[in-house]
């Protein structure tokens, strides 16, 4: 039997980190559509960010990229966060929007291109020292797009080489948390494609390293909570950058295109105990042509939702079936916790939470939206290159 008290314990306890970029301005190769009220600042998108958290109190973490986000002073940009309930997450650095990347950042087969990406990825560490922040994420758009274009090991030695520049560099807090993407830009190949290759340099680089894993860079079909289960079990799961796809790294609102994907892999973190562990719950979406607050907040309810589900799970029938092979009977018990409806649970805890059972309509009716559409006028919206 399953203490509803419990689950609603757990769900207390979960925190989700909203991405910095996903307040701003975004769009795909083809156009970018501005929407108004869009941040012009880092400051602007924490007082976004600071919304999503007043209507779900569960999103007091905001993850930055830099140099979207760079300020003269970060350590007041902390402050300012602070001020608004929240503290600043992770630092997600950026070796993909430079001329001199083309060939690649610190896979480059030039050393002055791999001095300057690796110089760029000290910096996000003494950005986290200023911050506070306790991970750097890395995400190397780095590959070729034709056989024979580079040497496939040697590129793996200068990715190594940089890595273990980083980690030695890292304070002893701090963490590394390493991104794997199928293609895209790259075509032929990417340097870090997938979950093995990630895993393969976090196993060297030590304890500090773990690898990230994001919803959208697999090959369609991907068994990701399969991919989840191994990770946790070898403790190297640092992270989720969650979205939807449908396609490709389409960056749709988490659990918009597959919510059973969504609660099957929350039931592997559940199941490891992984929701009270260091691992980072983060958004890693593009809000295109909807809303971006309501968005972001939807997103995060949907984790929220697919969470307590994964908790209904009653763990005692389950393996009790699973051990007698009884394969109906297992299956049973898992789509009978995700067929279960857990908005009356969830309304239940946000009043303990002292919430509105509604997030989104507390979130209508606040009129932060018509605010920043009034005031956040003029300047230059921030978006992907800003
Ligand atoms: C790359 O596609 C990625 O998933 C990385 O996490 C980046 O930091 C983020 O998107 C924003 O471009
Ligand atoms: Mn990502």
Redesign the pocket.
């Given at each position: 039997m399953i203490d509803p008290a419990a689950v609603k314990a757990a769900l207390k306890r979960q925190r989700i980190e909203t991405p910095s970029?996903a307040y701003g301005n975004s769009g795909t190769r083809f156009k970018v559509f501005a929407q108004q009220g869009v941040p012009r600042t880092p400051h602007e998108k924490l007082e976004d960010a600071a919304r999503v958290h007043a209507h779900t109190g569960i999103a007091p973490t905001v993850a930055l990229?830099i140099p979207w986000d760079k300020v003269d002073d970060y350590a007041e940009l902390a402050a300012h966060a602070k001020a608004l309930g929240l503290t600043l997450g992770a630092i997600?650095s950026?070796v993909f929007q430079d001329d001199d990347y083309m060939l690649g950042s610190v896979t480059n087969p030039d050393p002055a291109v791999r001095r300057k990406a690796l110089g760029h990825l000290l910096e996000c560490v003494d950005i986290m020292d200023a911050t506070g922040s306790r991970d750097l994420?890395l995400?190397f758009s780095d590959g070729t797009n034709y056989p024979g274009q580079d040497d496939i090991r040697a590129r793996q030695d200068r990715l190594a080489e940089a890595l273990a520049a980083v980690y030695g560099r890292l304070g002893g807090n701090q963490h590394i948390l390493l991104?794997y993407?199928l293609f895209e830009p790259a075509f032929y190949t990417m340097d870090v494609p997938d979950w093995g290759t990630a895993y393969a340099h976090c196993l060297k680089l030590g304890p500090k390293a773990k690898v990230v894993v994001?919803t959208g860079?697999h090959a369609p079909g991907t068994n990701i909570e399969f991919i989840v289960a191994i990770l946790l079990r070898e403790d190297k799961l640092g992270g989720f950058?969650f979205n939807s796809r449908f396609y490709a790294?389409d960056d749709l609102m988490v659990g918009a295109a597959d919510p059973f994907q969504l609660f099957r892999i929350m039931y592997e973190v559940v199941r490891a105990g992984g929701l009270d562990s260091e691992i980072v719950f983060m958004l890693?979406q593009c809000h295109n042509i909807e809303p971006k607050i309501p968005a972001i907040i939807r997103s995060v309810l949907n984790i929220q939702a697919a969470t307590a589900k994964a908790l209904l799970v009653d763990s005692g029938a389950l393996s009790k079936a699973q051990q007698a092979g009884d394969v109906l009977g297992a299956n049973a018990v898992l789509m009978d916790a995700y067929d279960t409806d857990v908005r009356p649970l969830l309304a239940e805890l946000r009043e303990e939470m002292n919430l509105r059972q509604d997030p989104l309509a507390s979130y209508r009716e606040s009129g932060w939206a018509g605010k920043i559409v009034n005031e956040r006028v003029g300047g230059r919206q921030a978006g992907w290159d800003a």
């Open positions: 970029w990229h997600n950026n994420k995400w991104e993407k994001d860079h950058d790294d890693d």
